[in-house]
């Protein structure tokens, strides 16, 4: 089966402006199309001998149709104005010139794998194949089982042109497309995410910030806003290509009693209202590579208790319509199960509600084949994949103001048919009644507070004044989010440590017993000489040296150092030096501390040859123990299954090169990347491969090159691996889109030259081919890893974000570090940098102070016996950008005006008698004693405060700061101390006589005795209140 050969041609032919089809997905969906014909011809499909499917011609407006959701399935993308005629053994395709060379080279594969033939009809300009039509319809007939010939096509689409009158196979469509295979699955799980990120980490936080500083802004305004939003993942920190983005439909918002609980519904011109009992109503839905997703929420703003109630009573009725997503059961139950919900806690709810509890979703949004109503008795299977969308609609709660008499509930979730239990895709924003209730009143339990900014005064300057009340709301969230997720940290520490002291844990060879080092077992089993010589048994891995007349062995592993000294006139002195307790090298075991240890011998040998050889031989046998011990650590690996069939039939990638490299050649050699059953596979030559199973694969990137020279693709480790004589745990293959070292002549070349301007773009078609390449490798071994097999291994290629980089050194290499979702990388320079997110404990800011121009970031990880992770030099404008990415990942970090010595901050913290709650506390500059006291009531009820934390510090590393606490409290113990207290005068008195009175050592007896009595004759000198003196102020 010549799939990749086909697959490249495919790809070589299409290049410029037309679509690119993946000939690997064309071929599994005729396949999967031409089954379920046959098997179900005379039922769903209406005994049709043929299928016609006309695309309309491109449009601006957002249209979902059978005939353009079946060229997104096989294709890919939409052709236009193409009329597809499916028969038994032929599918005829009538269009333009540029879609039949794309659809050329699929004919050969086709044929061979499927046995349809491909048939391609030419359109020329202004023409509408009347002529050619005549020759397709003898074919049909000539196909067809009797000489009536039944046609099927979609009845609700009126084709636009002339075309032929058909018979409807909308059903069969719709069950065709209704289960989704993985690739599927994994663009609506992308689309999905990306909808939840936007409504959590975009709508949510504006809508808040609106009604914080109490701004106007029409529902169409932030329609817009929103839709900006959904054409650029990057702004929401989601790792997706905006070319492979579109919206489903434009955003919604609604408030202010006028309500519409449909996906066709619009935004008007109305401004957000947002008084007390108002009612706001989000949704929004993404695509991904033309698959949809959908979520919807709605917001109470200080709302009665009837329209609470009703919120709980629509929560409860959407998961109970979310539950009964189970394969085997009917599309009726979903809505059954609602109904019986708001029967039962709120009857008179009822009439209001929506007249369907959602429909299927794909490549349409609204599947109406598999629309969860009352009647729908289809049957769900695993695979399927629906919008759970229910609502009350204009429900009336007699009110004050006319915008609140009338509201409407809305909650919407994009939910996966599984196994066992459905899957919300768009769990990722809440829709709890705590996240959805609003309040103004700040002691109002079950809301969110939402704390408004006072006007401004008259007098006062208005800039300053608006900047501070736009920053108060935030530094609250900011210190309610960092008491919160402190608490939970500090648990989770507790958790590990208690953990760690019970040996739950493996700690990768933290509990190992050392084993004793043995030569030999009896004296006899040495080896016999009669002369007294230095010599090496390689067999048993020991050196006997001759001490005092006897020789006496040593294990290799006890030598530190071995080396020649002397310049041969008298001979030459061999030196050992050996590994003894109290060196860095050496195993400290406090029961052999007590002993005697050899520490170096030195023997003088007049044989120089003899000499060399010893030391030479030493050496070797090190080198060996050292690079066996290496290879003894790694971790044994599952075996390579090598994928069946021919080698064009594999997933590969030529001509790529590795790093770390092959050692032992002076020239570097390109290799070959193949993907088999569980694993890659490298070979740049017959003895040197390199095996990555994806068991082993903790994180994979994909960086493609936009500011660098290189694409690559890195996988990081769990357990190292050899890659030639090096162990690693980050592998990586990368090919160069451009050369790194350019030929620069004498004669200054014109911006304008020619030659220049062919070489830049060049250039740039190189980069554009390189980053393709990769790309389809990418997606093809994604397919792999959507495999049921591979689900617990959670694969998936992250790309690294270039806008939210920062640059740094790390490695003593300056660099430009990037984030992805689940770890900070450095991909491009030599030393790679992997820092896993979840793994981080904290994160210190270092050299964070008023007038630097840098400072650095210290990633301490959860493993205290791991080293840290430094970043350093980083410029201060990138500060800001820093925080809030740690925000959003759940990190707790710290700030230091002063670098830390941190390995022997680590070894404090890990001894068993750390207190493990408090054990970072030392880093909070805003730590005091009362502080640590009652943290945990303040973790339990966190209050904003309106004064500003600078008004309130006080310096934890202060004693005085500390008394400063307790001046006005009323002890009488408190002023006894303070009366007692000697003064700094008393103090420094005691102090110099108790110096005069030692004296040096030097002094004799009779000069410390006369000193003595100097000082029993000095009168005492005490100032009055017993306070210091006050200092005379230096100007």
């Known amino acids: 089966m010549a799939i990749i050969e086909a697959l490249d041609k495919t790809s070589a032919s299409a290049t410029g402006s037309s679509p690119v089809v993946s000939l690997e997905n064309f071929i599994k969906c005729l396949k999967k199309f031409y089954r379920h014909w046959k098997e179900d011809k005379t039922g769903i499909w209406g005994s049709v001998g043929a299928i016609a499917v006309a695309t309309p011609p491109r449009s601006e407006d957002i249209r979902y149709q059978k005939s353009l959701a079946l060229s997104m399935w096989c294709f890919g993308h939409h052709f236009p104005e193409t009329i597809m005629i499916f028969l038994s053994k032929q599918i005829h395709f009538l269009c333009r010139q540029k879609d039949c060379d794309v659809l050329q080279p699929l004919k050969i594969p086709v044929s061979k794998v499927v046995g349809v033939d491909i048939v391609l009809h030419i359109l020329k300009k202004a023409d509408y194949g009347s002529a050619l039509m005549d020759g397709i319809i003898h074919d049909v007939s000539a196909q067809s089982e009797s000489n009536h010939v039944v046609v099927g096509h979609f009845a609700r689409e009126k084709p636009e042109g002339k075309v032929l009158e058909l018979s409807d196979v909308s059903s069969g469509i719709s069950e065709l497309l209704a289960v989704k295979d993985v690739t599927e699955i994994m663009y609506v799980k992308k689309a999905a995410y990306f909808s939840a990120s936007v409504m959590r980490k ?3 936080p504006k809508v808040e910030k609106i009604i914080v500083d109490e701004r106007k802004i029409a529902h169409s305004k932030l329609m817009v806003l929103t839709e900006k939003i959904l054409l650029s993942p990057i702004n929401v920190g989601v790792q997706l290509k905006a070319e492979n983005v579109d919206i489903c439909y434009p955003p919604i918002f609604q408030s202010g009693g006028k309500y519409d ?23 929004l839905g993404a695509k991904y590579s033309g698959y949809c997703s959908n979520v919807a929420r709605t917001f109470l703003i200080d709302c009665t208790e009837e329209k609470c109630n009703a919120y709980k009573v629509l929560l409860q009725a959407h998961d109970a319509a979310i539950a009964t997503l189970t394969p ?3 599309a009726s139950s979903s809505y059954q199960a609602a109904v019986d919900v708001i029967r039962d806690k709120a009857p008179d709810l009822l009439p209001f509600l929506t007249k369907t509890a959602g429909t299927g979703i794909g490549l349409e949004f609204r599947e109406t084949w598999l629309s969860l109503n009352e009647k729908n008795e289809r049957t769900l299977k695993e695979g399927m994949i629906f919008n759970v969308s229910l609502g009350f609609q204009n429900i009336i709660d007699k009110t004050n103001n006319d915008k609140t008499n009338e509201f409407s509930l809305w909650l919407a979730d994009t939910v996966l048919v599984c196994k066992k239990k459905p899957h919300v895709l768009t769990a990722f924003v809440s829709k709890a009644d705590g996240d959805a209730f609003y309040s103004f009143d700040e002691e109002k339990t079950g809301s969110r507070y939402v704390k408004s900014a006072p006007k401004a005064d008259v007098m006062a300057p208005a800039k300053p004044v608006q900047k501070v009340e736009l920053m108060l709301p935030l530094r609250e969230n900011l210190r309610s989010h960092s008491i919160r997720f402190l608490k939970k940290k500090t648990n989770e520490t507790a958790m590990r440590s208690d953990a760690v002291d019970h040996k739950l844990l493996d700690g990768h060879g933290r509990y190992r017993a050392i084993d004793k080092l043995v030569a030999y077992k009896n004296a006899s089993d040495m080896p016999g000489s009669n002369q007294l010589e230095i010599q090496v048994d390689r067999q048993n891995e020991a050196i006997l040296l001759p001490i005092y007349g006897v020789t006496v062995p040593f294990h290799v592993c006890t030598v530190k150092k071995a080396e020649i000294r002397g310049d041969g006139k008298r001979g030459v002195y061999i030196s050992i030096t050996f590994n003894v307790p109290g060196t860095a090298s050496s195993v400290q075991d406090p029961c052999l501390q007590n002993l005697i240890f050899l520490k170096a011998v030195t023997f003088l040998s007049k044989d120089r040859g003899h000499a060399e050889e010893v030391i030479k031989s030493l050496k070797t046998l090190q080198r060996g123990l050292t690079e066996r011990a290496r290879r003894a650590s790694l971790v044994s690996q599952e075996r390579l299954e090598l994928c069946d069939g021919m080698k064009r039939d594999m997933i590969q990638f030529p001509d790529l090169w590795i790093r770390p490299s092959f050692a032992g050649r002076g020239r570097k050699v390109p290799g070959t990347l193949v993907a088999h059953v569980n694993g890659f596979q490298y070979s740049a030559s017959k003895s040197e491969k390199v095996d990555i199973m994806f068991s082993n694969i903790k994180h994979a990137f994909f960086q493609p090159a936009e500011t660098d020279m290189i694409t690559l693709l890195h996988f990081h480790l769990y357990n190292e691996i050899m890659v030639g004589n090096k162990k690693t745990r980050d592998v990586q293959f990368y090919n160069e889109v451009m050369d790194a070292v350019d030929s620069v002549g004498l004669k200054r070349r014109s911006a304008w030259d020619p ?19 990769f790309e389809l490798f990418v997606k093809r071994v994604g397919s792999i890893w959507c495999q049921p097999r591979f689900d617990q291994l959670g694969l998936q290629f992250e790309c690294p974000s270039q806008k939210l980089g920062f640059s740094g050194v790390h490695g003593r290499t300056t660099c430009f570090i990037v984030p992805t979702p689940s770890c900070l990388v450095q991909l491009v320079e030599s030393a790679f940098l992997v820092s896993s997110l979840r793994e981080v404990e904290i994160v210190c800011l270092e050299r964070v102070a008023l007038g630097q121009k840098s400072f650095d970031m210290v990633f301490v990880f959860q493993d205290l ?26 990190i707790k970090y710290y700030e230091s005006k002063l670098n830390l010595n941190w390995r022997k901050v680590l070894k ?15 880093l909070n500059p805003d730590a005091s004693d009362s502080d640590s006291e009652n943290s945990e009531a303040e973790d339990e009820k966190y209050e904003p405060s309106d004064v500003d934390d600078s008004e309130s510090v006080v310096d934890s590393g202060s004693d005085d700061g500390i008394l400063a606490c307790s001046d006005d409290d009323d002890d009488d113990d408190d002023d006894d101390d303070d009366d007692s207290a000697e003064s700094w005068d008393e103090m420094e008195r ?31 000198l005490q100032q009055s209140k017993g306070v210091p003196r006050k200092r005379q102020r230096v100007n």
């Not at 016996?865 to 759940?890: C, F, G, H, Y």
Request: with cysteine; aromatic share 6%.
């Open 328 to 330: 085997g059961s009917k």
């Open 755 to 773: 030659d220049e301007i062919e070489e830049e773009q060049h250039e740039r078609a190189r980069k554009k081919e390189i980053n393709r390449q």
């Open 990 to 1020: 005691k102090a110099m006589d108790a110096d005069m009175e030692m004296g040096s050592e030097s002094d004799g007896e009779d000069e410390r005795q006369r000193r003595r009595e100097k000082v029993k004759r000095r009168p005492i």
């Open 865 to 890: 016996k791991q080293d840290v992770v430094r970043i350093e030099v980083i410029p201060m404008t990138s500060l800001d950008n820093i925080k809030d990415w740690l925000n959003d990942s759940n």
């Open 261 to 283: 609980l449909r996906p066709a519904a619009f935004s008007n011109d109305d401004d957000l209202f947002y008084d007390s009992g108002s009612l706001i109503i989000c949704a």
């Open 908 to 922: 404090t913290l890990d001894q068993p008698d750390c207190d493990k709650n408090d054990r970072w506390e030392f």
């Open 202 to 204: 975009y709508v949510v």
